[in-house]
């Protein structure tokens, strides 16, 4: 064993990276259920992001124009879930797992041919004397672009929600749609953006795993990260920083123990590999014991009756 | 009179099924107060959403100062200038007062000017309010502050509410009385929509009564009995409920020291609670919502257990014993939340008649279920109370909430209690029905029973009870006999105005 192989720079920038597609899922599922409704297909519109993603800036040659597919592609098929669940009035759960089971047939369908292929690789930042500073510069200012449009989205979201007219709208509609349609407001729409949003942010989660961190397609390689991206929605308590530490206290543990596996250290493999979902569940149960409750329409079905 | 504001001709709105308005017509002059009076499902809550553009009328027009009026959404009703206080708050828990306020207008201020436009309406009106508070946590008085304050906050021009006083006490009436006159002497005309006959006598100029939809007459109220206008809501004469005996006779039940925690973190506690009811004897508690009354009937029925000496009924310690202990005691229970505690929505009035009749009617036998006795003594149920239901085989939740309460209450009388506890039996219920299951506790107390009624309807209360006590925060006022006591005593037997005492919240820690 030999801990000494661990460099704590290079750990707190590759954690960094393991986070970001986390992040950005559980953001974008954060708003969607702020808006009342539980959308349990991230984990397909994640894999569709990344196949989609995938291939177009591989047909492109622009890792750039793939990233955009890779929205859209999240969006169309939460499209799906929003005609399903707003329109045919279906329940939102049942609607939710057979979105994840569809994209993850629609997208071992489109990647057959990408298989085993390198997509064009995504310029890193790269800032004179700033990317270069000793510790500082690889942790903070070295990385990819998504990764600190992930950070900003975060912030992004957070200040909508906390500040804007629109974000109160929303948090209305996840309280009570029954009172946001008597004051006039719609509810099916502004539920059908904040699903279309949360749809693109777990498209731009899966083509970042696709194209920036592994990168190339393989099958079902989004591997649960959509799972793990709903269970932090919950245990951070519907808040948009606690989100962000959930997901890069899971990034952070994950990397730490890939490390530790590598160095040889003497606890079993499998105990190393639970340990991010353990450690990352535990604090944030331990957080979410304040008063922080859920929208208290989560899951409801809304129908404009009388 | 002066100027119409509002003219409503030949307005009519079917659904499937029902007729909701047919061919209503009235008008609604300039700082009018103007009454709407009805029944329930007599159309009053689809006419005023038609107003406030919340639902299109099949026929008919609307005429605002002169113009067509037809809003397509409560967007375009709010900026002609019509505001409307809801009879259901459409108000957003987890929010605080000032973004409940925000959602309710067209263009918000920024949110510091919005706070201190807040309270500068609300000390102007008599209103106090704090915009930094959670709704959550506010009582329903304040509650509908928020409500009006955010009506007024857009200068409307028609203020609508539904039925606002249901969840006020007497004192809180007066307020918001006073807040209405002064709103009518700066030029806004208010639409009041309510069944309380003796607040429109004092408070409106004209009334519109409704019957199943129709316009069936209109009158002056301060000129008109509340007799007279009770009768045009029914089309009928009116049965004024008659007890027939006053003779009590022994303490059956018997409550001394009762405290309880609340189980859920918005509860109220209960702070020893003490009262006596005896046999043929009617106790009727009012209180204004949330003061404890859904703990005290948990209590009561054994749905939370307390120290077994709290509660004695003819002598026996029940405190400890669950709810089946207690019905087969005799000791039976109503509470208020048809659907969902007094009934199982999705289940039918026969499994719903098993569920609390199973021990005293002794419809299971060696853990089955008798059905066929089940569904007797439904049909017996509905028979005897005038449910309006095609048969006993039908869901609770497709009953209407009058006749759904009327089969939860009848269910429990039709057991033959002996101690008999009821929250809110009457909720919701038009006045004929309201009537008959008054007179229906009111008989089986003249056969023995001991009868504690919980209700907010002060006029129901007088009526029934022998002796009067108020709950306000979890504590209950000196028990008083019914007969003589005046409004303003009931009022501060129930606490007074709630906004007048932010001064002392702090002492029942």
């Known amino acids: 064993m030999d801990l000494s192989a661990i460099n704590p720079v290079l750990l707190v920038a590759s954690l960094m990276v393991a986070a970001t597609p986390l992040l950005l899922a559980a953001v974008g599922e954060l708003v969607v259920e702020k808006a009342g409704v539980l959308n349990l297909g991230v984990e397909g519109m994640m894999i569709v992001g990344a196949i989609s993603g995938f291939a177009i800036s591989v047909e492109t040659g622009s890792p750039l124009v793939g990233l955009v597919a890779a929205m859209i592609g999240g969006a169309v098929l939460s499209l799906l879930f929003a005609f399903l669940t707003q329109v045919a009035l279906a329940n939102q759960v049942a609607s939710g797992l057979a979105l994840t089971l569809f994209g993850l047939g629609l997208s071992a369908l489109m990647g057959q041919s990408y298989v085993g292929i390198k997509p064009p690789a995504m310029a890193r930042l790269d800032i004179p004397v700033l990317s270069d500073l000793p510790v500082i510069g690889p942790i903070l200012f070295s990385h990819d672009p998504v990764l600190y449009i992930g950070i900003a989205l975060t912030a992004g979201v957070w200040a909508l929600l906390k500040y804007s007219r629109a974000g109160l709208i929303l948090r209305a509609v996840g309280e009570s749609h029954d009172a946001a349609h008597a004051l006039g407001y719609n509810v099916i729409r502004v539920r059908v953006l904040a699903i279309m949003f949360g749809g693109a942010c777990a498209g731009l989660g899966g083509a970042y795993i696709s194209l920036i961190r592994v990168p190339q397609w393989t099958e079902g390689m989004t591997a649960g990260i959509g799972w793990i991206a709903l269970a932090l929605v919950v245990f951070a308590s519907w808040k948009p920083w606690r989100v962000l530490l959930g997901a890069y206290l899971f990034g952070g543990i994950n990397v730490l123990q890939l490390n530790l596996q590598a160095a040889g250290i003497a606890i079993p493999v499998e105990y190393l590999a639970m340990s991010p979902y353990l450690i990352t569940i535990l604090v944030l149960v331990i957080m979410s014991a304040d008063k922080s409750r859920a929208p208290a329409s989560l899951g409801r079905t809304f129908h404009a009756s009388q | ?509």
């Not at chain 2, 509908?144 to 609508?160: A, S, T, Y």
């Not at chain 2, 009924?313 to 007094?342: F, Q, S, T």
């Open chain 2, 1 to 509: 009179m002066t100027a119409k504001l509002l003219s409503i001709s030949g307005l009519t709105k079917a659904y499937p099924g029902v007729v909701a308005n047919d061919n209503v017509s009235f008008d609604i002059g300039e700082s009018e107060v103007h009454a709407l009076l009805g029944e329930n499902g007599a159309g009053k809550s689809t006419l005023v959403k038609m107003i406030y553009g919340l639902v299109k009328p099949d026929s008919g027009t609307m005429t605002w100062k002169g113009q067509p009026f037809t809003p397509a959404e409560p967007k375009a009703a709010r900026a002609a200038g019509v505001a409307m206080v809801f009879q259901h708050f459409s108000l957003f828990d987890a929010l605080k007062v000032s973004e409940n306020v925000a959602l309710g207008m067209e263009n918000p201020p920024p949110m510091g000017d919005l706070a201190r436009r807040i309270r500068r309406v609300s000390e102007t009106y008599g209103l106090p309010l704090d915009p930094n508070r959670v709704v959550g946590d506010l009582s329903a008085g304040e509650r509908q502050r928020v409500e009006i304050i955010r009506c007024l906050l857009q200068d409307p021009k028609l203020l609508i509410m539904d039925e606002p006083t249901s969840v006020l006490t007497p004192q809180e009436v007066e307020i918001l009385f006073k807040t209405l006159n002064k709103l009518k002497a700066e030029g806004t005309s208010i639409l009041y929509i309510s069944h309380k006959l003796e607040e429109i006598r004092t408070l409106c100029d004209h009334a519109t009564i409704l019957r199943l939809g129709k316009n069936v007459g209109e009158c002056v109220p301060a000129e008109t009995s509340a007799r007279e206008m009770a009768e045009l809501m029914v089309g009928d004469t009116l049965q004024t409920p008659t007890r027939t005996t006053d003779k009590t006779g022994e303490v059956v039940l018997d409550v001394s020291g009762l405290s309880l925690e609340p189980s859920n973190p918005f509860g109220t506690r209960l702070k020893n609670i003490h009262f006596t009811v005896r046999a043929g004897e009617i106790l009727g508690l009012g209180g204004v919502a949330g003061n404890g009354q859904d703990e005290l009937l948990a209590a009561l029925s054994g749905e939370t257990l307390t120290w077994k000496d709290a509660i004695k009924v003819n002598g026996k310690e029940v405190a400890n014993l669950g709810p089946n202990a207690r019905r087969r005691m005799g000791i039976l229970a109503a509470p208020e939340e048809r659907l969902g505690h007094a009934a199982a929505p999705d289940m039918s009035l026969t499994e719903n008649a098993l569920l609390t009749g199973a021990i005293r009617e002794k419809l299971t036998a060696k853990g089955f279920v008798n059905w066929s006795a089940t569904t007797t003594f439904a049909e017996k149920v509905i028979k005897a109370f005038d449910v309006r239901t095609p048969g006993p085989h039908v869901a609770a939740r497709a009953l209407s909430g009058g006749n759904l309460q009327k089969f939860v209450i009848g269910r429990e009388v039709l057991q033959r209690p002996e101690v008999l506890i009821v929250n809110q039996p009457t909720w919701g219920v038009d006045a004929a029905a309201a009537a008959a299951i008054r007179q229906a506790l009111l008989d089986l107390a003249a056969q023995g029973a001991a009868i504690v009624v919980i209700s907010q309807d002060l006029d129901e209360l007088m009526e029934i009870s022998d002796r009067f006590g108020a709950l306000n925060e979890g504590r209950l006022s000196d028990i008083r006999p019914a007969a003589g006591l005046t409004i303003d005593e009931i009022g501060l037997m129930m606490g007074g105005a709630h906004g007048m005492e932010v001064a002392h919240v702090g002492e029942d820690a």
